[in-house]
């Protein structure tokens, strides 16, 4: 989330040089620039909260596995499967 920074004064500088009577080409390159601001920040949190919610599965795997291994200690398990909802 922190490139979205960069990005956005690249745009603003571009901005200025097209305001300044530089080539028109240059507002895509504003354009660009604001477009990839957009994704940066709303992407960051969208991706923070997909994190969140596969520790808090991989640590409720790893949960399960270990009571498991403590209630039958003398059973043998294999090393524990994480596996995703979209199979």
């Known amino acids: 989330m922190l490139l979205a920074v960069p990005y956005t004064l690249a745009g603003i500088y571009y901005r200025a040089q097209v305001e300044a009577g530089g080539p028109g ?33 991989e640590a409720v795997a790893r949960r399960r596995m270990t009571r498991a291994l403590l209630a039958n200690s003398a059973e043998r398990f294999d090393e524990p499967v994480l596996v995703s909802r979209r199979s």
């Open 25 to 57: 080409w240059l507002i895509l390159l504003v354009l660009l620039f604001l477009f990839n601001t957009l994704k940066f920040v709303l992407i960051g949190p969208i991706s923070l909260m997909k994190l969140i919610v596969v520790r808090v599965r």
